[in-house]
């Protein structure tokens, strides 16, 4: 019985043990537990940033249709280097 004297008498209470086996629960053997929880936020943040990867590639592709849509012809000849048999094409690249 000597030993249960250098147990600290909190770690004695009832409530204190109860707190402490429903932490161990929540960290270890619930379905929501913390490693769960970690997992699932690295998981999120790869999914956020597919996201804004596709909401851009979207962004590019509104404004490539657009310009196709104005000027079909002019999309042609400047992006896949079409011109009529008898003239030459000139392609002028403005650098931003």
Do not use: C
């Amino acid at each position: 019985m000597s030993f249960l004297k250098k147990i600290p008498s909190w770690t004695k209470n009832k409530y204190m043990l109860t707190l402490a086996g429903f932490i161990v629960w929540l960290l270890f053997f619930d379905h929501n537990d913390f490693f769960t929880q970690v997992e699932r936020r690295s998981e999120l943040r790869q999914i956020n940033k597919g996201k804004a990867y596709y909401s851009s590639q979207i962004e590019e592709i509104k404004k490539a249709s657009s310009t196709i849509l104005e000027s079909p012809e002019r999309a042609a000849r400047e992006k896949y280097m079409m011109k009529k048999d008898n003239e030459d094409l000139f392609i002028i690249e403005e650098n931003e």
